[in-house]
């Protein structure tokens, strides 16, 4: 079991700036992926950006060239950077993990943190 804790969350105006933090109670080289989902309302999750083991990123288009994921090892973080923040960018803001375990494919969720851009 991989507990995820979010931080960071909140209201601001477009063209502003958040950073999201996440804090894992596993370590990274258990994970084989660590990143950001958002659900905005009426909309799917959407992956916004996410780690991969071995370092890769992958990053949604709609956010390329405004918002940037990182780790901290040394604090077991993920975050996620975001500038340039949009109307649309408002949703629940949520971290993943995922883990391969003996022989299975486990996926973990955070609470999620609401981010509103305001016009």
């Known amino acids: 079991q991989v507990q995820l804790v979010e931080s960071g969350g909140g209201l601001v105006q477009a063209g502003g700036s958040l950073r999201l933090s996440c804090a894992l109670s596993a370590s990274f080289h258990s994970l084989n992926a660590m990143g950001w989902y958002r659900q905005g309302p009426g909309k799917q999750r959407e992956l916004v950006a996410r780690i991969i083991s071995g370092g890769s990123t992958n990053i949604a288009d709609s956010v390329k060239g405004r918002f940037t994921i990182s780790r901290d090892n040394a604090k077991n973080t993920v975050n996620l950077q975001m500038n340039g923040l949009k109307p649309e960018d408002t949703a629940v803001y949520y971290c993943?993990?995922?883990?391969?375990?003996?022989?299975?494919?486990?996926?973990?969720w955070g609470q999620g943190t609401q981010v509103t851009v305001s016009s």
């Open positions: 993943h993990a995922d883990q391969f375990y003996s022989g299975k494919y486990y996926s973990f």
